[in-house]
């Protein structure tokens, strides 16, 4: 057998013929890769996981739950089967999922509560939603956050598995077998100026600055600067302090109405100025 040497020519002839060769199986790699996307992983939630949103959302029967991107169908089956909700809608692009979820609510016993339906996400009207789930891979909740609070109505819930939505804090957040649950409920908006008028005729003016849920503001009674204390926004309903005397209503647009409650004021409203 010849013994095998090494030139220094043929050594820069080989690297350069493998040097053409990487660069072509890259360029190869690449345009493979731009033309044929690979196909994204189906990874549903696991059920300890699904059980804890839905617990979280504290589903009511006349709750009407949309599951973004349902998959097999197990959120909106198990929010009206086992946990109370009225109906569920499930939305999804993949029609194998989609036959394969509205054959688990036939199998449920619940496909005269649960609807499932062929549509984009993003183009979902949330609206008649009052609770929201959601589990996408990627970054579709960019587009999430101001889409909810603009279509949304304040109260509902939103519960996400895996990701956050950005600055708005959620108002509970839970780890279950690894996988993190976040829940918000959607704030009214109360930011700007009000004219509360009490029982007696009195009337203070208002400020109070938002984000998102979070409220702090300040109170003025006939040109004196009033200490307007531990505001709380939750969903539709506000509470503050005002001269030892605690206020809680219901913003309903560009009002408040009084809610009756334990030590709170009574007989007075706010408007919106
Ligand atoms: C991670 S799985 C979650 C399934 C289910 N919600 C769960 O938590 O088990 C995401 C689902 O969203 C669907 N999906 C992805 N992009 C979508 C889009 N733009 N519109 C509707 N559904 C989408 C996928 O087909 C997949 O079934």
Same mark, same amino acid.
């Given at each position: 057998?010849?013994?095998?040497?090494?030139?220094?020519?043929?050594?820069?002839?080989?690297?350069?013929?493998?040097?053409?060769?990487?660069?072509?199986?890259?360029?190869?790699?690449?345009? !493979?890769?731009?033309?044929?996307?690979?196909?994204?992983?189906?990874?549903?939630?696991?059920?300890?996981?699904?059980?804890? $949103?839905?617990?979280?959302?504290?589903?009511?029967?006349? +709750? *009407?739950?949309?599951?973004?991107?349902?998959?097999?169908?197990?959120?909106? =089956?198990? !929010?009206?089967?086992?946990?109370?909700?009225?109906?569920?809608?499930? =939305? +999804?692009?993949?029609?194998?999922?989609?036959?394969?979820?509205?054959?688990?609510?036939?199998?449920?016993?619940?496909? +005269?509560?649960?609807?499932?339906?062929?549509?984009?996400?993003?183009?979902? @009207?949330?609206?008649?939603?009052?609770?929201?789930?959601?589990?996408?891979?990627?970054?579709?909740?960019?587009?999430?956050?101001?889409?909810?609070?603009?279509?949304?109505?304040?109260?509902?819930?939103?519960?996400?598995?895996?990701? @956050?939505?950005?600055?708005?804090?959620? +108002?509970?957040? @839970?780890?279950?077998?690894?996988?993190?649950?976040?829940?918000?409920?959607?704030? !009214?908006?109360?930011?700007?100026?009000?004219?509360?008028?009490?029982?007696?005729?009195?009337?203070?003016?208002?400020?109070?600055?938002?984000?998102?849920?979070?409220?702090?503001?300040?109170?003025?009674?006939?040109?004196?600067? $009033? $200490?307007?204390?531990?505001?709380?926004? *939750?969903?539709?309903?506000?509470?503050?302090?005002?001269?030892?005397?605690?206020?809680?209503?219901?913003?309903?647009?560009?009002? =408040?109405?009084?809610?009756?409650?334990? @030590?709170?004021?009574?007989?007075?409203?706010?408007?919106?100025?």
């Amino acid at each position: 057998m010849a013994p095998f040497t090494l030139r220094a020519g043929s050594l820069r002839a080989r690297t350069a013929t493998l040097t053409i060769t990487l660069a072509s199986l890259l360029s190869f790699a690449g345009n !493979a890769a731009a033309s044929t996307a690979p196909a994204r992983p189906y990874v549903p939630t696991p059920y300890p996981v699904v059980e804890r $949103m839905l617990e979280m959302a504290a589903l009511q029967p006349d +709750d *009407h739950l949309i599951d973004l991107g349902s998959g097999d169908g197990r959120i909106a =089956i198990s !929010a009206v089967k086992d946990w109370n909700a009225g109906s569920a809608l499930g =939305i +999804d692009l993949n029609s194998a999922r989609l036959a394969q979820a509205q054959q688990n609510a036939e199998e449920a016993g619940v496909a +005269d509560r649960v609807r499932f339906e062929r549509a984009d996400l993003q183009e979902t @009207d949330l609206s008649d939603a009052s609770v929201l789930t959601v589990y996408q891979l990627n970054a579709k909740n960019l587009w999430l956050q101001p889409v909810i609070l603009k279509n949304m109505n304040p109260g509902a819930r939103v519960l996400t598995h895996s990701f @956050d939505l950005g600055e708005w804090e959620p +108002d509970q957040s @839970d780890t279950v077998e690894g996988g993190t649950v976040h829940m918000w409920t959607v704030p !009214a908006s109360v930011g700007g100026k009000w004219q509360l008028t009490t029982a007696e005729g009195t009337e203070a003016l208002i400020l109070i600055e938002q984000s998102y849920q979070r409220v702090v503001g300040s109170a003025e009674i006939g040109g004196e600067p $009033m $200490m307007l204390s531990e505001p709380h926004l *939750h969903g539709n309903e506000i509470r503050f302090t005002i001269d030892s005397r605690q206020y809680v209503g219901k913003v309903e647009g560009d009002r =408040i109405v009084p809610l009756e409650g334990t @030590d709170v004021a009574v007989g007075w409203n706010a408007q919106r100025i």
